[in-house]
């Protein structure tokens, strides 16, 4: 029996085939909309860019998906054209938004991927989602203007907006750091060139990210909020290394890339999960030396 009809923006981006995985298996038809053609022949997949409303607006239209999830996004935040985080995070979501209201579709369920970045350096422990936005990057900002601009269709369709805090998993790119360091130990290598390693992150794994989405997608109760996912625990790069080098018996040398130390560094990133846990009181989650292990084992 299924669900109905869901669309995943990013449908093959690194979360995505997750999460499309955690809905096929649910019961739900998964169509995708991707900026790239993926590496399998799949129909229900749309290659198209979002910042081209002529183009979303077709697809929107002869999917007519019942629900949406909407990862697609410039997600690095050394990404090298500042002008993408905009065009692609905040018009293209809004692309998105007005094809679904114009075609009448999502009434299921829009959800919004944001990030925790845009709390920037909370002065809390733990940020819950009242905490006061403070964006330090470009990045940042294109998810909370993209936030503000998606209460303007609330009454269109329900609305869930997700601030997720790290996360990763075996696919991930590795100009992204946990699999950067994953891929240094599992190949033996001898050194590696990193910024600060004493700033702290909220790390989740994939899997049970895109389970999240999943059940929330099912819960009467998330409509209308803005939810964190993360675990609650802020794990250092420091520590990362040391995990990944008793798990794999290698030593490597640390090398510090000036370079690579970022303007504005947020220093401890943690997420409050207790709404979440509220919503979804039955999370089962993996442990980060489990996530490193599968990591590892790549």
Not at 6 to 25: N, Q, S
Not at 106 to 120: C, E, F, H, P
Not at 168 to 180: A, E, L, S
């Amino acid at each position: 029996m299924t669900h109905g009809t869901v669309l995943i923006t990013g449908r093959y981006g690194f979360t995505g085939r997750y999460v499309a995985k955690a809905l096929a298996d649910d019961g739900w038809q998964v169509f995708g909309i991707s900026s790239h053609t993926p590496s399998v022949d799949d129909p229900l997949n749309y290659e198209l860019d979002l910042t081209d409303p002529a183009a979303v607006t077709k697809a929107v239209s002869e999917i007519r998906p019942d629900a949406v999830i909407h990862l697609a996004a410039i997600a690095f935040i050394a990404h090298n054209n500042t002008n993408d985080f905009y065009h692609t995070n905040l018009i293209g979501t809004r692309n998105l938004l007005q094809a679904l209201s114009d075609e009448g579709c999502g009434g299921k369920g829009v959800i919004l991927a944001s990030s925790a970045n845009i709390y920037g350096n909370a002065k809390m422990s733990y940020v819950h989602e009242a905490a006061h936005p403070s964006p330090k990057n470009d990045y940042a900002v294109s998810k909370l203007a993209m936030e503000y601009m998606a209460k303007l269709y609330r009454e269109q369709f329900p609305i869930l907006i997700t601030r997720p805090f790290n996360y990763t998993g075996i696919g991930q790119d590795p100009k992204f750091i946990v699999p950067k360091i994953v891929s240094h130990f599992r190949e033996k290598e001898p050194t590696i060139h990193l910024g600060n390693i004493d700033v702290s992150r909220d790390f989740s794994d994939v899997r049970d990210v895109a389970k999240i989405y999943r059940d929330l997608l099912g819960s009467e109760k998330s409509w209308g909020e803005t939810v964190n996912i993360c675990s609650g625990k802020a794990i250092s790069i420091r520590e990362v290394i040391e995990l990944c080098s008793t798990i794999s018996e290698h030593e490597l040398d640390v090398v510090m890339n000036r370079d690579l130390v970022r303007d504005e560094e947020i220093s401890i990133l943690a997420g409050d999960p207790k709404k979440l846990d509220a919503i979804l009181p039955k999370l089962d989650r993996h442990t980060f030396e489990q996530t490193l292990r599968w990591m590892l084992s790549e």
